[in-house]
């Protein structure tokens, strides 16, 4: 939520600035703005809309300003206060000190605000983010321009989730920043200190980055890189080296990241595979040191996420409990595991998935499953992200960089880890059988060429997506190996077509939601051809005897299935409990159509951000 860039060097700072906003504007994309140096004053450009807006505007400021080689830059989520170009960022004091700008929740902001305009201080804005601003040029006032002292008293008096980042007046060689609650990463390349929300921005200048832990403060100048803790005392920190390509973020010839990026699951599954198996047994032991013998004593294992993240976890569920009914297994909604009266300590193990490794509330819930004593494991695609620091084991997942806001290759990514990762905690309780481990893995393998010929039959899905984007709503139903995916299918086309779609087990239909079908509401039934076809089939019975079209993805060969449906997509056959990663790939491209014949804006949806930092 909300994109941070800033630069400070030897090269213009506008472009480098901008460029990073551009690629992370799929954080948070309602408003945008920059600040540059002019001649000793700070000048800031902001915009409703776009960043391609703010392009445009800051072509047209002073020429100096062109010369600046310093500057910051935002892209807004709003939270608190409309969207408007006064609510944009930078922010400025009323002094002009102190420019900001701030991703997060800033909870005090209210008492601060009432303090600071008590004493003649005027605000412009609605925003949480101005109180740090107004409040910030007050203790630079007076902790004497002692920028370190008057950072450190910030920072004790905020409540919430923040990252600032801050340009003073007076100090046009140093950027500030800090870091509590909300990501920030890091990095200096010899010449010039760069400071970002999301490591893309940075790829395109460096791969060594310097991830800001909770309570730091940052001091970015164009000949060194500091860092101190909020207490104000000097840390030392080794970069961290990325090891992703810059173009792997870039859209290359696709119309739309989202595209490219369901086009690339076949690698991303080959990948995974490739780390993390040897023939046929699976080898996670590199990646993840668990204590000796404790899978034998664990009873109960938790996996915890949002979003596509937690269907993802239902997929690892129902595969964990396909091999072992002897274990306590659940998969909990992150933000609702936080606040209920959560079981764990020495006899669990918590799995937390979160491709980005910053949304809040599954940071949230890892903390409370540590203070339990509970077995902590995170899963996320972001080397250095809060939750590969926070938690003692994680497991990376091999997507690389994902920009389209829609999860699509992550998902991939999580869910060949999550397959892994339960074989392995299974093999270590002695509970995997051999012949299992050699039909998954065998079965795993097999995959990314089916998924490849799925992917080049997007043509008949396209339009099909045609033909049906005119429903009014979509319900998406099946069982068992196929609920998470009607979960995820109905998530794909509400987030980029906009449009009523709800996910039911398939006997769940009369129980209450067959009361909305007609033959404008289109059933998307998922049926491949297991011990389960049958029973769903009936359920797709019930649906078309009200009227309702049906569009069936079934499994290759399945002729018979046509007698159910108006339209049929075929998906080569796998094991049972593998029908997921290959029942994904229509569902992801019947959404991209919908949304494409539609004319939406895919990988930016109206409302949505990327990562979810806030509560
Ligand atoms: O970064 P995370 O995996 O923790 O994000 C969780 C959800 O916000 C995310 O999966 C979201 O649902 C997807 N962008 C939807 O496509």
Redesign the pocket.
Known sequence: MCGIMGYVGKSPASGIILEGLARQEYRGYDSAGIALRREGEIINAKIVGRVSELVRKVGELPPECSQSTSGIGHTRWATHGGVTETNAHPHESADGMVVLVHNGIIENSREIRDELESNGIRFRTETDTEAACQLLAVLYGTCGGDALKAMRKLTSRLTGAFALVIMFRDRPDEIWCARKGSPLVTAFDGSASYCASDPTALLGHTHDLCFLEEGELALLSSDDLKFYGFDGQPRDKSPIHLNWDSVMADKGHYEHFMRKEIGEQPDVLRLTIDAHTIVTNVALEKSITLPKGLMKKIRRVQFV??????YATIVARDIMESLDGNLDISVEV?SEYRYRNIRGGEDTIAVF???????AD?LAAARIAKALGTHCIAM??VRGSTIDREVEHTLLSLAGPEVG????K??MG?ISLLALLVMHLLKERETLSASDEARLIGGLRSLPALQQSVIEREDEIAALAKKYCKSKGFFFIGRRECVPLTMEGA??LK?IAYLPSEAYAAGEMKHGPIAMLDEKLTVVALVPDTDLREKTLSNVEECRARNAPTLLIVSEGDHDASAHANDMIAVPRTEPELFPFIGVIPLQLFAYHTARSLDRDIDMPRN?A???TVE
């Open positions: 996420a949002c979003g596509t993240s937690y992150a998935v979160s491709q980005s490794g910053e949304t599954t996320t695609n806001v829609a999860a699509t992550t998902f999580q998530l794909k987030e949505l990327k990562s979810v």
